[in-house]
């Protein structure tokens, strides 16, 4: 008994004593990797540092601070410093530079910046790449440094993304579509072949929106449409990103008639007695809120919320009802509502931090996710709709009556969708989109090339696209309280009174 | 009673819907406007750089705090309404002796109740809304009001300093900041403690949430607004 306790005892302490080696080695190992990593970051970061001198100048007397001036551009004496340093040169005529065979000027004038918004703005605070040795700038000044892009009004930038903020901002009113850099810039001659100073300083006052022109005009060699398009309207945010403007005539229509339709059926809801009570509107709207109250601040809420997931998004109702019926309508709801909710999270997002990366991948049409997720949304929805209408007009099953109102919905979302596809062919076509940022729009690249058989000047016929699929845009947002697509607002509601019934 | 059935307690609506969801996003927009108010004003501090860290810079700091800013205000323009609408369409009084309207009673009140705290006299009988909830109300009402046309001042100073003299701009930004201490400390020490924290009520006070109160709970707390229906 003695010597068995005693072995347990022991096998204990071997276990412990294990135990304990293993840690110790683990951490010894630890420790040894740690010590290692840290050793060849810290040689790779040593290997990383440049020579800030070039190695031509190594070797040679130089003064130090003739090149080594580094003053504190946060503040005006900084920045005034800075100034002078670079306009030492940059104030004499004889500063030039040649661009195929031909001067240019690279003058400035002092007086030019003491006027200017960037007076208090140090040189080499925009221009960060040109205070080096081989004194050349390959970047351009840096606008988005200091600006967020039209400080996250989101009117004018998302299709002008590919566009170079000194192509509108600056006065000089020559830009050309770089194909390397795949951006819109402004031009280093006019349209005489003559050299521009590219230090053409002053600002274009843009109250003024002639400066559209540049681009939008017939045979424009940008890529740009030959109208100007107003930008998406907020009614919009079904399926694309949007600013908070409304954009014409057409979408204020149908907002107000959004509006109208939303209260009349609203209206229409409360006719009805509200637990006895027949006249007062005001005890009516009391007692519905009170019971949502009630409701939403009670463990009914989960109840509900199981409800909104199965039997509003999941359609777990139509699924028992036939698997077919129950598809074709995922196919068209739930893109849609996918895109809903992207438009309203990049809204947001948009608006937060118009300058993440984030928001600006949301709002790119032509980014990698954005490309994809439309494409894949819009072909969804579009085999839906042909699914319902083979449903309808050509198979026929004794169930499916096939109504006008139906019908008119269906039609409103294939056009909407087919349209939008089309345009966005144009687009790629008339912006000469590069084949690797066109590949993921999987329809509409394919489209574009389709599109590029014709001899069609499609700077001249986008326009027509984008008001067509506008305009049966904004009669589908019109429609939506009147017509069949009022069970999205009806059906959900429904759904969640017989809940509550029961 | 004779039944000894346990009867559900009979309650009194104090609070309707739109005042429940009012108050729930003046909470939720005051207290957003109080964290991202400070982590601007007092940034070298470690906790503000916390805070900044989290939304992604100062600069969502600010448009957070406009954001919660038009919440809060919104609610502000909201209740503004519901007093016209009470007062013409509802044909109710907004300075009778049940609502929130400051009165001689409330000063008679208040030294009657500091007397019963140190035992000489009785309990006042207090209607719907006792002094310190008048208080809390009008503290918040009028600040709301001031913040937000300092908040203005600041937000567009451009637009104002064409209409005033440029030095109400900096006037603006002291009384921002001082009434923003000011209304932080009210709301979040006096104001919590003293719905909160009473002996007759503590731990907590739902009724601001579910918008009810008991019989019970009205006897002890309103006498005055019970005696009255």
Sequence with gaps: MRNERQHHKNRNNMGKRLMGQFIKGILFLSICSASLLTFFIWSAEANQTNPMMPPLLEGKARDCLECHRYPNVETNAGAFASQVFCLECHQKDSCTKTVHKEKVSLKIDPEDIRKGRHAFVGCIQCHTDVARSPHQSKEGAQCLSCHPFHNGAGEIHAPHLRVRCQACHTVSKFVYLDKESNEVRPAHTNDKKMPIGLTDHALQDTDRADFCQRCHTQENKVGAADIILPSKSFICIMCHDVSLTMGGPVFWVAFILLVIGILATVHFWFQGSVQGEEKSMHRKIGFVSESIWGTIFSSDFFTILKTILLDVILQRRLLQESVKRWFIHSLIFLPILFRFLLSVFTFFVSRIGPESSLAVILIDKNSGFMAFVNDLCGILILLGIVLAALQRFIIKPPHVIAEAKDNLALLLIGLLVFLGFLAEGARILMTQLPPEAGLYSFIGYPLSGFLSLTTIQWTAVYPYIWWAHAVVGAIFVAYLPFGKMRHMFNTPLTLLLNYKMK | ?229
Aim: proline share 5%; aromatic share 18%; with cysteine.
């Design chain 2, 1 to 229: 009673m004779t039944t000894q059935e346990k009867q559900p307690p009979e309650t009194f609506v104090r609070f309707s819907p739109l005042q429940r969801l009012l108050h729930v996003a003046v909470m939720i927009g005051f207290t957003g406007l109080a964290i991202t108010g400070f982590s601007l004003k007092f940034s070298d501090q470690w906790w503000a750089g916390g805070f900044a860290w989290l939304v992604g810079g100062a600069g969502h700091l600010a448009y957070l705090h406009r954001f919660f800013a038009v919440i809060t205000y919104g609610c502000v323009l909201v209740h503004i309404l519901w007093l016209f609408y009470f007062k013409l369409v509802l044909k109710g009084s907004i300075t009778g002796p049940q609502s929130l309207f400051p009165k001689v009673q409330d000063i008679k009140d208040m030294f009657q109740h500091m007397g019963y705290f140190f035992g000489k006299r009785r309990i006042p009988r207090f209607n719907r809304f006792t002094y310190w909830e008048k208080f809390d109300y009008l503290a918040l009402f009028l600040g709301m009001n001031t913040m937000g046309l300092t908040g203005l001042f600041l937000w567009f100073p451009e637009f104002f300093s064409t209409l005033l003299p440029g030095y109400f701009i900096n006037l603006a930004q002291v009384l921002h900041l001082y009434e923003a201490i000011l209304a932080v400390a009210l709301k979040f020490v006096v104001h919590i403690l003293t719905t909160h924290l009473r002996p007759e009520i503590f731990p907590v006070d739902k009724s601001i949430f579910n918008g009810k109160t008991t019989r019970e709970k009205m006897m002890h707390e309103h006498p005055g607004e019970l005696d009255s229906l």
